[in-house]
């Protein structure tokens, strides 16, 4: 399986591809939590070939420019073990539009040092924008090379890392705590998601805090509105924001929820 091919099953619901082919073995590896600075970036130098993007998010004053360091081919990280166990395709490899159009709104806040949590950290785009806006983050994955990638873009991009931690959404830490913000682009790529991300923001929301979702129509959102309502939140805002690059065009939605009333 392709990275492309992880796309079609992200977006139509297709049924997996039965065989995931260049497979990157790490048996021996360091406790990447323990390094910091250069010695973070050449241990994940030797893990993978990194590559380098520039984009820039936001608009007018707000807008920011991000250099964001990734492995060059994300094809390179499938493995097939973890594919046939849990579906785990390495999209936090990938920088996805809506994580774009998150990272343009996240830049309109001023986070005054109020906790942030974001679920499914990915390349640390979202992560790194939240810092640039004022925000004390906690960038959490499943995948914990997405958690270390995240570090080192946070570093190089706003000088400081946030707080990192690997989260399971089917098993929500007792001791993770509530947040002023909880944020998340596009995670609703398999169905059971939307129960799942539905759940953990009425978990980690304070009671009186706002969860931003972005999401470019995935076939799971109508599920996880639906969702909403059982978990005790709100759809309180929807705006669609078109986003256009080369080939790549998307209407993404960009979703306010709090707790209800």
């Not at 924008?129 to 090379?145: L, S, W």
Request: proline letters at 4%.
């Amino acid at each position: 399986m392709s990275m492309a091919d992880a796309r079609a099953h992200a977006g139509d619901g297709a049924e997996p591809v039965a065989h995931v082919t260049d497979r990157v073995s790490i048996t021996a590896r360091a406790d990447l939590f323990t390094l910091q600075g250069d010695a973070l970036d050449e241990a994940l130098s030797r893990l993978f070939v990194l590559a380098e993007e520039t984009i820039t998010v936001g608009e007018g004053e707000k807008a920011r420019r991000f250099a964001l360091r990734k492995p060059a081919n994300a094809d390179h990280l499938i493995s097939e073990a973890d594919f046939v166990m849990d579906e785990r395709l390495p999209y936090w490899a990938d920088l996805w539009p809506s994580s774009r159009v998150l990272a343009g709104a996240l830049l309109t806040h001023a986070g005054h040092g109020r906790r942030l949590l974001e679920l499914g950290c990915g390349l640390g785009l979202d992560t790194v924008a939240a810092m640039t806006a004022g925000y004390a983050v906690t960038a959490t994955d499943y995948y914990e090379d997405a958690l270390h990638v995240t570090r080192m873009n946070a570093r190089h991009n706003v000088g400081h890392e946030p707080t990192v931690r690997m989260v399971n959404w089917r098993q929500w830490p007792s001791d993770m705590g509530t947040f002023d913000v909880v944020i998340a682009a596009d995670v609703l790529y398999e169905r059971e998601y939307a129960t799942l991300v539905a759940q953990c923001i009425a978990r980690a929301l304070a009671p009186d805090g706002e969860a931003f979702v972005a999401d470019p129509g995935r076939l799971a959102l109508p599920d996880f509105l639906e969702q909403l309502s059982p978990a005790g939140l709100v759809l309180r805002e929807r705006t669609v924001v078109p986003f256009e690059e080369g080939a790549v065009k998307q209407q993404v939605q960009l979703l306010r929820i709090t707790h209800a009333d």
